[in-house]
């Protein structure tokens, strides 16, 4: 069981001064499985994807990301161990086209003997992004407009277009269809099979019930910065999740949590 | 919205669709007041008919007054190589207002290497150092001079991306320090007889050539180089910038330091081209410099404007200044009109920016 662990999170922690937003975190992932994070505003469901994408830096615990202790100084070092990550604060640059933002921090480039003045491949970029879009069906009519002219939802496909077109490990996507219309939703859920059909395991951030019974294998629900319940699909239905999520019930092994 | 659902690829690249640069709109302005000024020159009762910019003489090699038109580049090359600098710290949301006392100590201290030990046979009058720092190669003051550049930059750097010091108050306060530092170089002393290969940076189109070569240099790595793109990935959305993995404290030192050192290099050539450093010098050069970056498109909020932008914005602060002296209007006219036109361009980049969001 234990090699076909991606993420094991032991104890993890985080505390703002004296909010403690993450408390003692346990949270496993296996080989191409889906799981959602489900709780209330505040239960710490962002602050424990920060932690692990190393946006931020935990107060106290241990992870474990393919069979190795990590500890991520930066985004960057995530990233480049496999972890690709869509944010609720879409972490686009405005004034930038797609390609642009498709490739922010790992620009294709020539002439890498000039340093930081190598030159950018736009003409490869370009081909990539054209790539990318297609695999995972997002349209846009135009890949040179900035960002700024976009829709919510062409911003949120580029966002998620983004984080789908690197091959990466695990993808962590915090609330990726919050903002969006149904066509955007749909869009991005089939993006979402997509990766389960490619066995690509994900984190997925969700207040919405209908896709999280239609998407995921396992439910984990964060209440007041704690674990409080650890649910597989089959086993548990709408009603049992927002038992957790409100307090009504706690997991018997998560018993004195919360 | 509708377009994402349609066509097969969806993937469309339509020219026709990129917008209007905003760059277009400043050459309009600029060709606006060339107009304005012609115009005036005709109708106003004392100006014999001349032209602003057109040889109106009998002489058929040229179209241009070349004089006039020269004499409006040189009028704003010195200023516009700081401006090329303060462009890249504005699209990053930054400020520096520490270049014009910059110009004055780095001239200061540069020309204190760049002196000759004799004049007309007799020694320099104002020498700083001993004969030791007479007569040196070229090379050393310049490489003096921006080396100071670079440190002060990289102080201003430093307090902004690592001590979180606002920009404007981190470079307010290297103002005052560079002032303080030109004054105490040589004790409020001016620096004079350079050198000829010193004096040959700052003569005749000497400054322009700098400032034209410069500015394309700068154009094709803001446009170019990943370093132009992190530029504006930072001013665009910094946090996304630090998200992406973009090392976000390390480039912005970089270009404060690269500021910093484009104005240093300017008050070399400043040093040159007037044969002398003094402690006041370069005063306002700052200001200059932002509203060159301003007019020129450079959207104080970061992310947005480009070198060509700034390079015309410094055109048309050329332009209006000469266009003055043409209509024999004072000074005075000349600060109250350009503050007008900083103030039209700023309220301009705003309506732009509601328009599009």
Not at chain 1, 81 to 105: C, K, M, R, W, Y
Request: charged letters at 20%.
């Amino acid at each position: 069981m234990s090699e076909e662990l991606v993420l094991k999170t032991v104890d993890l922690t985080k505390h703002y001064g004296g909010v403690h937003a993450l408390q003692g975190a346990n949270f496993e992932l296996n080989k191409g499985e889906h799981v959602a994070i489900m709780g209330d505003n505040g239960a710490g469901k962002s602050t424990f994807v920060r932690q692990i994408t190393g946006v931020e830096q935990r107060t106290r615990g241990t992870v474990i990301f393919d069979g190795q202790e990590v500890d991520f100084k930066g985004p960057i070092e995530a990233r480049e161990s496999g972890i690709e990550a869509v944010f609720q604060t879409l972490a686009l640059a405005d004034h930038l086209d797609v390609p642009d933002n498709l490739f922010l921090g790992r620009e294709k480039t020539k002439w890498d003997w000039l340093g930081p003045f190598r030159l950018l491949d736009y003409k490869a970029m370009r081909k990539d992004t054209m790539a990318a879009l297609e695999k995972t069906g997002v349209k846009i009519p135009n890949i040179h407009n900035t960002i700024e002219k976009m829709s919510g939802g062409q911003r949120q496909c580029v966002a998620i277009a983004r984080t789908a077109s690197f091959h990466s490990k695990l993808t962590i996507m915090d609330e990726p269809t919050a903002a969006l219309g149904v066509q955007e939703t749909e869009q991005v859920e089939n993006i979402i099979r997509q990766l389960k059909e490619q066995g690509e395991p994900l984190i997925l951030v969700s207040h919405n019930m209908r896709q999280v019974f239609d998407l995921v294998d396992r439910i984990v629900v964060f209440r007041r910065g704690r674990i409080v319940a650890n649910l597989l699909k089959i086993e548990t239905d709408g009603q049992d999740v927002v038992a957790y999520i409100t307090g009504a019930k706690t997991g018997a092994e998560y018993e004195g949590a919360a | 919205m509708s377009d994402t659902s349609q066509g097969t690829g969806g993937l469309t690249f339509d020219k026709s669709k990129r917008s209007w640069p905003s760059e277009m709109n400043v050459l309009l302005a600029l060709v606006i007041i060339i107009v304005i000024f012609e115009f005036l020159g005709q109708v106003l009762p004392y100006m014999n008919d001349q032209s602003f910019l057109f040889d109106t003489r009998d002489r058929f090699d040229s179209i241009f007054n070349e004089a006039r038109v020269r004499i409006i580049i040189l009028q704003v090359a010195i200023i516009g190589i700081i401006a090329l600098g303060v462009s890249q710290v504005i699209i990053t949301a930054g400020i520096d207002l520490s270049s014009g006392p910059l110009v004055a100590a780095t001239a200061m201290i540069a020309m204190s290497f760049g002196q000759t030990e004799l004049v007309n046979g007799y020694a320099n009058p104002k020498a700083l150092f001993g004969t030791w720092a007479m007569d040196l190669p070229v090379v050393i003051p310049i490489v003096i001079g921006l080396s100071f550049g670079a440190l002060i930059g990289a102080i201003n750097g430093t307090f902004i991306a690592h001590f979180k010091i606002p920009p404007f108050i981190a470079t307010l306060g290297m103002f005052l320090i560079c002032r303080g530092i030109a004054l105490w170089w040589s004790a409020g002393n001016p620096i004079s007889f350079p050198t000829p290969q010193y004096k040959a940076i700052g003569s005749g189109m000497m400054p322009v050539v700098w400032f034209l070569s410069l500015a394309v240099i700068f154009h094709l790595i803001m446009r170019y180089t990943v370093y132009g793109k992190h530029t504006y990935a930072i001013g665009s959305n910094e946090e996304a910038a630090r998200m992406s993995g973009i090392n976000v404290k390390r480039h912005k030192i970089m270009v404060y330091m690269i500021a910093a050192m484009l104005a240093a290099f300017a008050g070399v050539v400043l040093s040159a081209k007037a044969s002398t450093a003094q402690a006041g010098m370069g005063e306002f050069y700052e200001l200059f410099a932002i509203a060159m970056a301003v007019i020129g498109g450079i959207s104080l909020t970061g992310g947005r404007g480009s070198i060509i932008g700034t390079v015309l914005g410094a055109m048309v602060l050329g332009v209006i200044r000469s266009g003055f002296t043409y209509i024999k209007l004072d000074g005075s006219y000349q600060l109250i009109a350009m503050g007008g036109i900083i103030i039209a361009a700023v309220i301009l980049d705003q309506y732009r920016q509601r328009n599009k969001a």
